[in-house]
């Protein structure tokens, strides 16, 4: 039977500040090179512009790293990718590891998601209802039970619906997808 390889997920990588983009390109190079490609998937160096004054009142757009010296890893963990990424030239070292041959600890969604959003890799899903709407629960414990649009947090893709339980309006807070509208 073969292993079950463990899921996909970010890490953030400390690297020598000002040295990010060398470590992506070799990184990068790594990862071809060593035919890591369906183990390690994307490097990516957090950046914004930013609008910066200028001395003579004008103003410049700037491309500014949002987390100097750390750049964001998504990769499947064991100890090939580990390694390929630990060795790269300007790595120092995973976020979250102890160091002493200890796997890194990934990020949590909560954490990750926002930052893949402001840098536009993460899209927000969107969705077609408005405050007291009828929609049809699809997953969970409310699953197939009509409620009402009570609010929605377009910034956490999370809509809370009002459904019937014991005889009373219970609010749910259920994803975007995990609704239909009626």
């Known amino acids: ?21 060398s470590v992506k390109i070799n990184l990068e190079r790594r990862i071809e090179s060593m035919q890591m490609e369906d183990l390690i998937f994307q490097v990516v160096i957090p950046e914004e512009i930013r609008l910066e004054k200028k001395s003579d009142g004008s103003t410049k757009e700037k491309l ?28 120092t070292g995973f976020l979250g590891s102890s160091g002493g041959g200890t796997k890194p600890i990934p990020l949590p969604p909560d954490e990750i998601n926002p930052i893949l959003k402001r840098v536009g890799l993460l899209q927000t899903p969107t969705i077609d209802v408005k405050v007291g709407d009828r929609v049809r629960v699809t997953v969970g414990p ?4 009509i409620g009402v649009v009570d609010s929605i947090d377009a910034e956490k893709a999370e809509v809370t619906v009002l459904v019937e339980m014991f005889g009373r309006q219970t609010p749910a807070e259920l994803q975007f997808d995990e609704i239909e509208t009626i």
């Not at 750390?70 to 990718?81: G, H, K, N, R």
Request: charge should be negative; hydrophobic fraction near 40%.
């Open 142 to 145: 409310f699953a197939n039970q």
């Open 64 to 91: 500014v790293k949002i987390y100097p010296g750390y750049v964001f890893i998504e990769l499947v963990v064991t100890d090939d990718s580990w390694f390929v990424v630990r060795n790269t030239p300007g790595v």
């Open 1 to 21: 039977m073969a292993e079950q390889l463990p899921e996909k997920r970010w890490y953030v990588v400390q690297t020598y500040s000002g040295l990010e983009n």
